[in-house]
């Protein structure tokens, strides 16, 4: 029930992507686990340099060998639902390949649509409600038949689990094509939709565990059930459930911040609804996140207040000063880098006019924009209405003098492409994350499951275009949006965030594997396309702008960054051969597909570095 304009337009749609890669890092879990079990000197339960309190345990569990055990079994689990997503989406592709072939008889059908689907959504949504339970049913008929053959697939996971798995990946390929409209391609889609399933069941099954202690064996958490995942499952989980739950205030005031002023009998109600909403919207975030998700934190942290914990958790690194400086440290360059992309972008403004467009929308049709709705609306409504933003770094306080000063300044500062604009935000995640993972992990994992949660609700807020900060939001996001960024939702940053920060996530054993989404994508990727830009000429392929030259930079730099790290004393002794290997091959990935790089690269690294042991 999805057609072509769904989805971001793209020379390869990416199905590889989606139905590999998640058997591909499930695999390298497991495999990773296997090798600390049967490696004596390497039994650790937390990785090098983790300041953490231990794994949760239930009463049934008595010593570390019982954890690593339960580790282990979790992550055969997560390899069973790895598969059944990708047997799922599979079956979703060959059937409409064939309900496509079955229409293709009919006159042809409007651009991007498709003759086999219905054009009302409605429609849609029901044939697709129809079609989830007749796969699932079949699927659940498929597991009951490997166990009576003793076929080992889908044997780690019982009937529920698979049920709760095949409900829920569908549900998330269907809500996330809606909301991104235009945003992902199938391969995105799909590894996208499985970890929302795969942390989906990490929220479930600690909720489990925790009703049902004497039942339920071990906690099945696919990393160590520390404090760290109950926070992330708290913070990553709770934000989309928040946004769920806060839905209807949501729309409300998309659907408001939309309406055109001059349409209105009433203009000055706009504004007062869009307040009242965005009011309900605050209101409800606050009592959602202390109530509902602070009490189940709770709950699962054997009753001790969350907030209390992380404020003792902030104050407990090697030293007592360390995690206060890190964040204060953190803080300082978020703070110096918004000021400054906001002067920059604002300069740019003023200095070469040029007209603000969003998904397409030309200059002609942003002109016909009144001025009453530009200010009444004070929000940029994510959809096809474009507006002239007014100049962010205004300083109404500041003395004329002073602002004379800064314009005749700026006429004489480059004004940055847009390539480079992004790749500054590249070189901001080495220098923030670097020192963060190199001094502690632990806390440097609990912090980027806070900033994604951050993101999330930043998203909500441009996209709904809450007031008052939906504007604010949308336009400085705007000026660095590419042609990945064609959808209504802008995802760019959610994936630098998520390919630095998986690496620590997956809570690889060693030091060099944790720093492995910081250098491909931070040094490497950025590298790559800076030589490529400037110095490639041999590309891969006639219709690929990707060089080899571009490929090269990325392979030296990142090795090079972990020698560097080496020498420092920041990773243990690795293989330089076996490491520059595997770079290497993640190099030719990176030219050669189309899938957003800054999610599939790191985690494809990270597979193979593990498989290396």
């Known amino acids: 029930m999805s057609v072509p304009k769904n989805y971001r337009e793209s020379s390869d749609d990416g199905i590889l992507t989606a139905l590999l890669f998640g058997p591909l890092i499930a695999s390298a879990l497991l495999y990773s686990s296997l090798q600390r079990a049967f490696s004596p000197s390497n039994q650790d339960l937390l990785p090098t340099g983790w300041l953490i309190e231990p794994p949760i345990q239930l009463p049934r569990q008595t010593d570390a060998i019982n954890i690593l055990g339960a580790l282990i079994g979790s992550r055969f689990n997560i390899l069973d639902i790895s598969t059944l997503c990708s047997t799922l ?45 007749g796969v699932s049913s079949v699927v659940l008929g498929l597991n009951l038949w490997l166990e009576s053959a003793k076929i080992g697939l889908w044997q780690h996971m019982s009937q529920f689990e698979l049920l709760v798995c095949s409900f829920f990946y569908q549900f998330t390929l269907y809500a996330a094509l809606r909301l991104a409209h235009r945003g992902f391609t199938i391969g995105e889609l799909g590894l996208v939709c499985f970890g929302g399933t795969a942390l989906f069941m990490e929220l479930l099954n600690i909720t489990m565990a925790r009703i049902w202690p004497v039942t339920t ?21 709770g934000s989309f459930l928040t946004g769920f739950m ?8 998309r659907h408001i911040a939309q309406r055109p002023v001059r349409r209105l009998r009433r203009p000055e109600e706009k504004l007062r609804q869009r307040r009242q909403l965005a009011l309900g919207f605050y209101v409800g975030t606050v009592l959602i996140v202390v109530g509902l998700i602070g009490m189940w ?5 054997g009753d001790r207040d969350p907030w209390l914990w992380a404020v003792f958790f902030l104050l407990e690194g090697r030293r007592k000063w ?19 992309w906001n002067r920059q972008l604002a300069r740019s403004r003023r200095f070469k006019p040029r007209s603000a467009t969003s998904d397409g929308v030309t200059a002609s049709e942003t002109n016909t924009t009144s001025q009453a709705d530009i200010a009444s609306t004070n929000g940029a409504s994510p959809g096809p209405l474009s507006l002239t933003f007014p100049n962010l770094n205004a300083l109404p306080n500041a003395s004329q003098v002073t602002t004379d ?16 604009r992004r790749k500054y935000f590249h070189a901001l995640a080495v220098v923030m994350f670097v020192p963060g993972v190199a001094i502690d992990p632990a806390f440097t994992h609990l912090s980027l499951s806070v900033a994604f949660a951050v993101f999330t609700f930043a998203e909500y807020i441009r996209y709904f275009a809450v007031y008052p900060f939906g504007a604010a939001i949308h336009v400085f996001m705007n000026d660095f949006l590419d042609h990945k960024d064609s959808g209504t939702a802008i995802l760019s940053h959610f994936y630098l965030l998520t390919g630095c920060a998986g690496s620590l996530w997956l809570e690889g054993p060693s030091h060099l594997s944790q720093f492995t989404g910081i250098l491909t994508i931070g040094v490497g990727d950025a590298l790559a396309s800076i030589i490529g830009k400037r110095f490639g000429t041999h590309r891969w392929s006639p219709t690929s702008p990707k060089t080899v030259e571009g490929s090269m930079a990325l392979t030296v730099s990142v090795v090079a960054s972990a020698w560097l790290l080496r020498i420092l004393g920041l990773v243990e002794p690795f293989s330089t051969v076996q490491y520059a290997a595997t770079v290497a091959i993640s190099s030719v990935l990176e030219a050669l597909s189309v899938q957003n790089d800054n999610l599939t690269l790191p985690l494809f690294m990270w597979s193979i570095l593990q498989f290396l042991g």
């Open 89 to 133: 989406l599979l079956i979703h592709v060959w059937s409409s390949s064939w309900l496509e072939a079955q229409h293709s008889r009919r006159a042809n059908a409007p651009e991007g649509e498709r003759s086999s689907v219905p054009r009302s959504e409605g429609s849609r949504l029901w044939y697709y409600v129809l079609f989830t339970i």
């Open 217 to 237: 064996p071990y906690i099945k958490t696919y990393r160590l059930p520390t404090p760290l995942l109950v926070f992330q499952v708290a913070l990553i989980a």
């Open 246 to 253: 806060l839905s209807p205030f949501l729309i409300l005031s």
């Open 297 to 301: 934190a709770r709950w699962c942290l």
């Open 322 to 340: 360390s995690r206060p400086v890190l964040l204060a440290y953190w803080g300082l360059l978020v703070s110096l880098s918004v000021a400054g």
């Open 405 to 420: 000063l800064l314009d005749a300044a700026d006429k004489h500062v480059p004004t940055l492409s847009l390539n480079a």
